[in-house]
Nanobody
Framework: QVQLVESGGGLVQAGGSLRLSCAAS????????MGWYRQAPGKQRELVAT???????NYADSVKGRFTISRDNAKNTMYLQMNSLKPEDTAVYYC?????????WGQGTQVTVSS
C-alpha cells in the first residue's frame, strides 16, 4: 500500500523558512512525476510545485523564487524548501504524484505563518 507521509510543518514568523519532507513507501518517487499541494482554510487544494522524472521543476506563480522542490532518490523522499514565508502561505501541505491520485493523499503537514 502506497504511503506518502508529510512532515516538517510548524509555526513560523513571516520571512522565515521551513523545509517539508515527504517520505514515500511502496512507490519509487524517482519514477513518478511528483508534486506538493496545499489547502488553506476555506479554499480548494492548489498545486504548489512539481518535479518530473527527469528533475525538471515548476512552481505556482505565488511561490516562484521562494520555494524549491527537490528529491533524494536514495532516501525515496521529496522536499519543499520554503523561504521568505508569507502569512498567505498558511495552509496544510500535501505531497502526491502529479497529477494527484485520490488514494495517495495523506494527512498533510500544517504550516502557519504569523505576521
Amino acid at each position: 500500500q502506497v504511503q506518502l507521509v508529510e512532515s516538517g510543518g510548524g509555526l513560523v514568523q513571516a520571512g522565515g523558512s521551513l523545509r517539508l519532507s515527504c517520505a514515500a513507501s511502496e512507490i519509487r518517487i524517482s519514477l513518478r512525476a511528483m508534486g506538493w499541494y496545499r489547502q488553506a482554510p476555506g479554499k480548494q487544494r492548489e498545486l504548489v510545485a512539481t518535479i518530473t522524472v527527469g528533475g525538471s521543476t515548476n512552481y505556482a506563480d505565488s511561490v516562484k523564487g521562494r520555494f524549491t522542490i527537490s528529491r533524494d532518490n536514495a532516501k525515496n523522499t521529496m522536499y519543499l524548501q520554503m523561504n521568505s514565508l508569507k502569512p498567505e502561505d498558511t495552509a496544510v501541505y500535501y505531497c502526491n504524484t502529479y497529477p494527484g491520485l485520490r488514494a495517495y493523499w495523506g494527512q498533510g503537514t500544517q504550516v502557519t505563518v504569523s505576521s
